[in-house]
């Protein structure tokens, strides 16, 4: 079964960075289509980045301020947040799917459990 368990959050000011990680179950990395979603308060969740063999993929919102990149040997997915912003505050998501449409549209079978990331200004 896949396990994700997310950490790295915390209360930033503004124009600070975060780094949130994302430790998978074993073989998960390597076998399914890894992506951070985000939900602030009041609003859906979207998808913000999206990582699959190397290959990364950016919600439009997200290019620039946010990287996102992968640890094959440690099962393990990053999010870096550069020049954070109040609007950045949510709590951050980590899923899995197979399928890589999926997660571009929000969608995901196995999700982590959260991590809060607030943004003073």
């Known amino acids: 079964q896949v396990q994700l368990v997310e950490s790295g959050g915390g209360l930033v000011q503004a124009g600070g960075s975060l780094r949130l990680s994302c430790a998978a179950s074993e073989r998960t990395f390597s076998s399914y289509i890894m992506g951070w979603f985000r939900q602030a308060p009041g609003r859906e969740r979207e998808f913000v980045a999206g990582?699959?063999?190397?290959?990364?993929y950016y919600a439009n919102s997200a290019k620039g301020r946010f990287t996102i990149s992968g640890d094959n040997a440690k099962n393990t997915v990053y999010l870096e947040i550069d020049d954070l912003e109040p609007e950045d505050t949510a709590v951050y998501y980590c899923?899995?799917?197979?399928?890589?449409?999926?997660?571009?549209?929000?969608?995901?079978?196995?999700w982590g459990q959260g991590t809060q990331v607030t943004v003073s200004s």
């Open positions: 990582i699959s063999r190397g290959t990364t």
């Open positions: 899923a899995a799917d197979e399928r890589l449409s999926r997660v571009v549209d929000g969608f995901a079978d196995y």
